[in-house]
């Protein structure tokens, strides 16, 4: 590995233990197929590849949609021991409906027959499908079920903001905004630079908007139900509700304009804390660094898992044997209020609910001047959620939207290449076993990662496993590359330390705590071309974040291992 990508990897954990990341014991993890055991963690992991114009292809016909399934094979490679390619397909189930509100929706027949020409080709070229069923924040705007609870009521189901208004372009005089005053507004997308869009709240105490929704994903359910029973084995995997969570502030000619929120947060939160609610929301923003205000971030944000928990339940009742992840955003335990301004309310454990694996969105985002979303914190956040989970009785995790160079990454494809297949060996590592790149291809949101080197550093890991692990198939007798690795990780009490040398060299093996110390020298010695492994036994050590370097005559190479009792 590159000195570079070492100093990269060789970061130091911390974590914090608070009450944002306490998991309410009544929230357990279901099993699939009997008890879910930590050593059954899976050794593949499965890359479900977002392509983002699969329906254009779907219109096409097959062969467009196989073609098009065949190119993203090609790049990333088939199957191995170590990893196989799928395809993630998106379902908008408020948007794609026909019919009146509130509880009157019917699936709109334009789309079944698509997904049924999707679902076919892959079931025919033997390739894993991950559904997502998304109707929350992020969904598409559109549609009869979005236009009614978008302007029932004067707008009550909307999310507000601080000055009243729902977006820069509306001015509110009233508690009531005519429908006809929001209707031009119905079908855009808070995408956009003008941010002139319309969102509905994410409260679960809206039961009637609830109610709605979950009658319209019971509708999508059955269709893919009817499509797993017609294409045995081609669904794999399914997620529910992309990053639920609540938009902080919105842009008036350059100013942001904090939230205020919606009564369907305010008024229960007010009801069950006894808060005065004049006062206690006139501050401007929240900052949560009192027990007054994290009442409020922890209400929203366990209102946000109920949400996500009311789909996963709906999911499970149709796909009583399928796995279900979860889809949050990636928050570090320290950024309740992220460095730049957002307060999502979308903690890491937002993402535990009953009957699913916690999945939650990694980016690393370059150039952007927000350093929450540089690689080291990042890395920070992405083991916070796997000691969740773990903790949770999940044992692994997914990584439901990966894209390490999304915006402008400072290096050569190369250079990307080699940075993602560090990243995905970093997350192989902290048992995460379910990828889905975003996306193939550039769109609204996203630089597409076909040729970027992304691509190249997945096709890799495919082929290679991640960077320091040894092939079950028979070695060869010399390693042709330096390795290092540890299993399992995390570890509780003992852990097995793994090295390759490709050549006869002068090797030290070392271990260290966070502070730098010195805990242990496995090796110090000259040492033959080979593989070597050796045991760690940390029953003596307390919890946390450990080092352990291997230095050479030419290389040095650092990985973490995280010892939870």
Known sequence: MKLMSVLVFAVILMYRISAIGQI???????????????????TQVTFYQFPYNELPKAQQGEAAVRAHYQEILDKLGTSSEWGKVGIALTYQYTAWVT?????????????????????KVAYNMGIP????????????????????????????????????????DISITTNTIPASTLSSYLNNWGYSNSHNALTLTNSSYATDLTESRLNVLNQALDMFVGLDNQYPGAIQCLSADAEVCNFS????????????????????????????????????????DTEEELMW???RSESHRQYIAASVAAIKNRFPNT?????????????????????????????????????????????????????????????????????????MWGAMEFNPGRLNYPGSKADLADYTYDWLSYLYEINCRVVCP?????????????????????????????????????PSPKPNTYNLTNYPNPFNPSTTISYSIPNNSMVKLVVYNILGKKIATFVNEEKLAGSYTGNFDGSDLSSGVYL?????????????MLLIK
């Open 129 to 168: 499908l991950m559904i997502i069923f998304n109707g929350s924040t992020w969904s598409a705007p559109e549609g009869p079920f979005n236009e009614y609870w978008k302007t029932i009521d004067g707008g009550k189901y909307l999310m507000r903001y601080k000055d009243g208004q729902v977006n820069q």
């Open 24 to 42: 309410n014991p009544d929230y357990r993890f279901g099993t699939y197929n009997g008890q879910v055991d930590p050593r059954e963690i899976p």
């Open 99 to 119: 019919g009146t509100g509130p509880n009157n929706f019917k699936l709109s027949t334009v789309f079944p027959p698509l997904y049924d020409t999707l679902v």
């Open 548 to 560: 352990y370097t291997l230095t050479t005559g030419t290389q040095v190479i650092s990985h973490k």
């Open 438 to 474: 975003l996306s193939w291809l550039s769109n609204v949101l996203d630089t597409g990662i076909k040729d970027s080197g992304i691509d190249d550093g997945i096709k890799r890991f495919v082929q290679l496993g991640p960077s320091g692990t040894t092939s079950t198939s028979p």
């Open 297 to 299: 971030h922890n209400f």
């Open 249 to 288: 502030f919105r842009i008036d000619r350059g100013k942001r304009i904090p939230l205020g929120y919606d009564d369907f947060y305010v008024d229960p939160f007010v009801s069950e804390y006894g808060v005065d609610k004049d006062a206690y929301f006139a501050r401007e923003r929240f900052t949560y």
């Open 323 to 395: 796995p279900i992840f979860t889809h949050q955003l990636l928050e570090h335990d320290d950024d309740l209020v992220t460095r730049d301004g957002f307060d999502f309310a979308s903690p890491q454990n937002s993402a535990l609910v009953p009957d699913a694996f916690p999945g939650y969105s990694v980016y690393t985002i370059w150039g952007t001047g927000l350093p929450h979303h540089d690689g080291n914190h990042v890395k920070e956040a992405a083991a916070q959620a796997a000691s969740k989970a773990q903790n949770y009785g999940a044992f």
